[in-house]
């Protein structure tokens, strides 16, 4: 009985202390104020400036240039719909969505208070309610409830998914009874599309650029930490599980060939998913936009605090996993809905190789870098 | 040895037994059964069909709450009701089952024996906030589907991808209702009802089950049927109600699925089991005539259905914390977080504590944190500092932390 008592008495001070201590960490926690100390003298502003200046403005203004062509090649379609004026507008979409991938990870200021890549690229799109929008043409396109209606993914439909092919394409253009309702809708789209990114760029460009270079202390509110953590959620949640993982059945058990990214062009979805690997990637080691000069990064970073992982450098493992995954994509179908279709064991290895740097980065650079993780996923329900 | 030092740890010890009935040992040969089977003559004893029929018609009143096209005020308060507003007949459900039943899910909100049997001016004052929230979703909230939200102005908010759907004070009131009723209905009728001796034991219910005497038409004592009752209100959706904890968490939208979310935190992942044990053994012993150990079972349930309450309601009060104390506040996934704590607060005035008469938290004391949410623009207005007292409040009521509900 004695043994048990004190076993006892262990356990119930343990639990006291514990709840003491839950206490203590409770309120220390409560201070609204950034949390941490400086780990150590890297030049934090020198990558903030090289972030700015050297990748998000230009990747931003070629974007809003591709989004600019976008809005007049729509325009020159709906004037004139033709096979001419449609490819023409096929060929644009592609451009602006290979370059949609450059910017989609920086959804920080402006971006994220407008939700902007959920207004952008959202799939897949509700074709159903995209059919009601035109024939009501009533819709608001700034309710959350829209956001499945919009954007390139709802361009994607528009342009591929109406018809079998071209021709049947352009009949909703130009002989469907409801004509002018499709050409309006398509040009209300693609000019959503450029006005919310000039929104996003001229936010950049009228100040934002220096408050984000500016802040450049540590903890959860400075800029470097608010950056490393949108990227990691883009990694995971929008090229991981978007592009891969959901349509590969990860998440849900059996595959789902309709939630590819461009899933009604068919063809393009690899080669999007190619160009967002390449940018995550150039992005971590501050590869300048449009050039191969490499600047201060979150690799540099980790270099400079020479961070090992089984003493190996962690930036060369994540480098190294970044083109594991790219080699195990790169005999995927262009189209990864036929992929998941013929051969998903393919898709989930590179799945696999995709997740690895989830935990490289997640994990082992958070910790080397100081900075916690600041969302969490949702219940589900 | 000291004998000071031996008196301690006893005492301590003691006060720890007293009040943890989940450890107690009982003195019998009763094992705990590992499936819910129970048979007299070779049939099955167990019989919950009115829980399942009410869970169901939760469910669908859960989604028609959000069906915009298609829902009325009418069709609603059908669902609830299962009757016309002048007490006809009324067929409102999909699946036909549930409109030839009798029951009703409004019959019995707040209608548990120990709780409500002479309480019914506040049992008809909660019954009657489920009807409210229910109208006001088709006359608040669907006229503005199509209208962003904002303080004072009932429309759409984004959570992520999804849109949520909020009155001015920026509260869902399907979600009112959907987590209303794991207390009102669910727990009240399990812990406050059938667990309780006042039910059990009720008129010759001992005597008839030691003796065997079966109800009219069926194989079951009223003992025997009155603990499976409890039961199914947990797990009568369940694919495989005999052995339901594979694929706890799929069962339905209240007690089950959340029972499951407990799985997926650490501090409290055993809890579904000893829940299931408690049932399972209690069960064996109104079959053997061991009504002590009944009891103890009863207790056990009563102990850790209230926390799993309480931790989502503290969990979801410190999620929604958490989105809002960022640069760009989610208002939309906070408010989600905070409508179904709402109704999980709601639902802690349902809870029971063990051997005694008493919820974890009173009706004044729940009221008092709702009005709270609610004041002014209501979680618009809402300040952290509020969210952190009000968890630590009723935290402070239960065996756990509000950092263990974390996950």
């Known amino acids: ?381 | 040895m000291d004998l000071k030092k031996l008196f301690l740890p006893i005492l301590l010890v003691a006060t720890a037994i007293s009040c943890d009935v989940s450890d107690s040992d009982p003195d019998t040969d009763l094992e705990t059964p590992a499936t819910y089977e129970f048979t007299r003559n070779g049939e099955s004893t167990v019989s919950f069909t009115g829980q399942t029929a009410r869970i169901k018609m939760a469910m669908e009143l859960n989604d028609a709450m959000m069906d915009f096209d298609n829902s009325t005020e009418e069709l609603l308060l059908q669902m609830y009701r299962n009757q016309t507003a002048d007490g006809g007949n009324a067929n409102p459900f999909s699946r036909q089952i549930l409109n030839e039943e009798t029951k009703s899910v409004k019959e019995k909100v707040a209608a548990s024996e120990d709780f409500f049997s002479s309480n019914t001016a506040v049992s008809a004052q909660i019954k009657s906030d489920f009807e409210e929230w229910i109208s006001a979703q088709v006359n608040e909230v669907f006229p503005n589907e199509n209208v962003l939200a904002e303080p004072g102005v009932p429309g759409q908010l984004a959570d992520g991808t999804t849109a949520r759907y909020v009155n001015a004070k920026g509260l869902e009131y399907d979600q009112l209702v959907a987590k209303g009723l794991n207390g009102a209905l669910m727990a009240d009728q399990m812990l406050n009802n059938y667990l309780s001796t006042s039910v059990l034991d009720a008129g010759t219910n001992r005597e008839d089950n030691d003796n065997q005497v079966l109800v009219d038409g069926t194989n079951y004592t009223t003992m025997e049927h009155k603990w499976d009752e409890a039961y199914g209100y947990v797990f009568g959706n369940a694919a495989n109600t005999a052995n339901p904890l594979p694929n706890l968490g799929d069962a339905d939208d209240f007690l089950n699925k959340y029972l499951g979310r407990l799985l997926g935190d650490p501090d409290f992942e055993s809890m579904p089991q000893e829940i299931f044990d408690a049932f399972a053994l209690g069960r064996a012993a109104i079959v053997a005539g061991d009504y002590n150990v009944r009891d103890q079972q009863a207790q056990i349930i009563r102990e850790k259905i209230s926390e799993m309450i309480g931790i989502r309601a503290v969990y979801y009060l410190q999620s929604a914390k958490n989105l809002l104390n960022q640069e760009s506040p989610d208002y939309g996934g906070a408010f989600h977080d905070l409508s179904e704590g709402y109704g999980f607060i709601y639902s802690l005035q349902f809870t029971r504590v063990p051997n005694t008469n008493q919820p974890y938290l009173t009706k004044a004391e729940v009221d008092g944190f709702l009005a709270q949410l609610t004041e002014g623009n209501g979680l618009w207005d809402v300040s952290l500092e509020t969210l952190d007292n009000m968890s630590n409040d009723i935290a402070s009521k239960f065996d756990f932390t509000v950092e263990e509900t974390a996950n």
């Open chain 1, 1 to 381: 009985m004695a043994g048990v008592s004190v076993f006892n008495q262990i356990i119930t001070m343990k639990k006291i202390v514990l709840l003491l201590l839950g206490t203590v960490m409770f309120w220390g926690c409560s201070d609204s104020g950034p949390s941490g100390t400086e780990t150590d003298d890297f030049d934090r502003q020198a990558i903030l400036v090289n972030w700015a200046d050297n990748i998000i403005l230009p990747a931003f203004e070629a974007f809003a240039a591709e989004t600019e062509s976008l809005n007049s090649a729509a325009n020159d379609f709906t004037t004139e719909p033709n096979a001419q004026s449609l490819n023409s507008l096929r060929d644009q979409w592609l451009a602006t969505y290979k370059a949609w991938q450059h910017v989609s990870m920086f959804e920080m200021g402006r971006a994220m208070d407008i939700r902007y890549r959920d207004n952008m690229n959202l799939y897949p799109v509700n074709t159903e309610e995209i059919l009601e929008n035109i024939e009501t043409g009533s819709y608001a396109f700034e309710l959350p409830s829209q956001n499945d209606t919009q954007g390139l993914s709802a361009l994607d439909y528009m342009l591929y998914g109406l018809g079998a092919d071209e021709a049947s394409t352009l009949e909703f253009y130009t002989t469907h009874e409801n004509a002018e309702a499709y050409r309006a809708y398509l040009s209300d789209l693609t000019s959503r599309i450029d006005t919310l990114t000039d929104e996003v760029l001229g936010h950049w460009q009228n100040g934002y650029r220096d408050e984000f270079v500016s802040n450049t202390g540590s903890g959860a509110n400075s800029s470097l930490d608010m950056m490393v953590n949108d990227y990691i959620f883009y990694y995971e949640k929008a090229l991981r599980a978007g592009k891969i993982g959901i349509p590969a059945g990860v998440f849900s058990g059996s595959p789902l060939s309709n939630r590819v990214e461009a899933y009604y062009s068919g063809e393009y979805s690899k080669e999007l998913f190619m160009e967002a690997l390449d940018a995550a990637q150039n992005f971590f080691n501050g590869t300048h936009f449009g050039s191969e000069q490499r600047g201060e990064s979150m690799r540099s970073y980790l270099e400079f605090l020479e961070t090992t992982k089984n003493d190996q450098s962690l930036a060369a493992l994540i480098n190294n996993q970044f083109e594991n995954a790219r080699n195990e994509a790169q005999d995927l179908n262009n189209n990864l809905a036929e992929q998941v279709n013929t051969n998903n064991t393919d898709m989930l290895m590179t799945y696999d190789q995709l997740q690895q740097n989830v935990v490289f980065m997640k994990v082992d650079m958070l910790q080397a870098l100081n900075i916690s993780v600041d969302y969490v996923d949702a219940d589900g329900d």
